[in-house]
């Protein structure tokens, strides 16, 4: 063999070494490509149920209210206004699994001091935890007053709870249910915020992830007013850790005097768009925001005006009662007749107000009372019989709507209606 042959063959050799891995990076980028756009890209942000199949489970959910028992109850803020409440089914049967970002219909007697008597009262509030086969965790704060109004009444619910709901007490619940929630088919890194006890939900999406050991990037943004509310400030600092693929960012927006920055909380202020400009990289994400009604207004249409598809936005604020909504174009003056609505128990027949958010709205607006509670369409308290009309939903009811009846919160009138209210 002469030399310029074994130079020849040597030169093959390399350059088809050189094509073999030219191919390999090709195909990685491709398939990150892929990942990056999420795959078909077809997505609806705010019907989450829709778009992702429940997680497998042997144990149906059931219906109706089931009875629990509070196991254990703990506090875990410092200034003792977040209590977390451990719930174990009487029935000692398995519990469902859910999706993270869900949360739980409770019915409450409520003493009524003014009356001498208790009355039931509606109210929902989020899983705070990873789905677990034996018990559920809620993690409620104390809602005081407002400062501006300190002759108001503080929140009903969440002082029934902190008062006088203790271990081995007794309460009557829904099994889990609602649109916010983690979509799990999707590739994407999660950046989850919580502003205040909206961190609620994105602990269940935080834990479940972990604890699966997905290696999906997670980062969190939470903000609170200082080190006094810091929910579960070890627990978050411990899973920060251990685990690489997770980025915690602590907002305070008024440190008190013992708190140390980069010890207790990594950013003062709020959580706003500029800090999140600052410190995620260009990529696309899965965005889930619950909070205040300010942040949301503000934050939500920041992220779509700095680009981020709508579809990758999923949003709450404080729970289901208070979702937030993209505003909706005026709509142009027609000579559309108006629409009357008549409320036959009360005796009354008004004419639809457009602006309402809601037919409970515009009950309750002109003296009407009917019961509710999660006023989201979750727990079906305002149920009202529908003799006459249709009516359209702002979204898709969680609550199982009897026949010839209607879920005021959510509903508006579509024609003419009457009402059993």
Not at 132 to 149: E, G, T
Not at 224 to 248: S, T, W
Request: glycine share 8%; with cysteine.
């Amino acid at each position: 063999m002469t030399t310029g042959t074994l130079v020849l063959i040597i030169l093959v050799a390399i350059l088809t070494q050189v094509g073999i891995a030219a191919l390999i990076v090709l195909r990685r980028r491709r398939r990150q490509y892929r990942e990056l756009d999420g795959g078909s890209g077809e997505s609806n942000a705010h019907s989450a149920a829709q778009t992702s199949m429940p997680p497998t489970s042997p144990t149906e959910a059931w219906t109706g209210f089931r009875e629990f028992s509070v196991q254990r109850r703990e506090f875990e803020d410092e200034g003792r206004s977040i209590c977390s409440f451990y719930l174990v089914p009487c029935d000692g049967k398995p519990l469902p699994a859910f999706r993270p970002g869900q949360f739980l219909t409770f019915r409450l007697a409520v003493g009524d001091p003014a009356e001498g008597e208790s009355k039931n009262v509606v109210r929902c509030y989020s899983l705070s935890d990873a789905p677990r086969p034996d018990h559920y965790r809620v993690s409620i704060k104390r809602v005081p007053a407002p400062l501006d109004h300190p002759e108001a009444p503080p929140g009903v619910s969440s002082g029934f709870f902190h008062d006088h709901v203790q271990v081995g007490d007794h309460l009557m619940v829904r099994a889990p249910s609602g649109h916010f929630h983690l979509i799990d088919d999707e590739p994407l890194p999660i950046v989850l915020i919580g502003g205040g006890i909206g961190i609620t939900p994105m602990l269940s999406i935080l834990n479940s992830v972990l604890e699966r050991g997905v290696e999906r990037e997670i980062w969190l943004y939470y903000g609170v007013r200082n080190g006094r509310e810091h929910i579960m400030k070890r627990h978050l600092q411990v899973l920060a850790e251990r685990h690489d693929n997770f980025h915690l960012h602590v907002c305070y927006s008024a440190p008190g005097g013992d708190d140390v920055e980069r010890v207790d909380y990594d950013h003062r202020g709020r959580v706003d768009l500029p800090l999140l400009r600052n410190t995620l990289r260009l990529a696309r994400y899965q965005f889930y925001v619950c909070g205040p009604k300010p942040m949301m207004e503000s934050l939500v249409p920041g992220l779509e005006e700095w680009g981020v598809d709508s579809a990758d936005i999923y949003y709450e604020s404080f729970g289901p009662a208070t979702l937030v909504k993209h505003a909706k174009p005026a709509l142009a003056a027609t000579d559309a007749q108006p629409v009357n609505i008549t409320f036959s128990r009360s005796g009354k027949r008004l004419t639809w107000d457009p602006t309402a958010a809601s037919l409970l709205e515009f009950a309750e607006s002109n003296g009407i009372d009917v019961d509710s509670g999660c006023r989201a369409g979750s727990c079906g308290s305002c149920q009202t019989v529908l003799t006459a009309g249709k009516v359209d939903y702002s979204q898709q009811p969680d609550a199982d709507i009897e026949p010839g009846h209607c879920l005021l919160c959510i509903a508006t009138p579509k024609y003419d209606l009457v009402l059993g209210a």
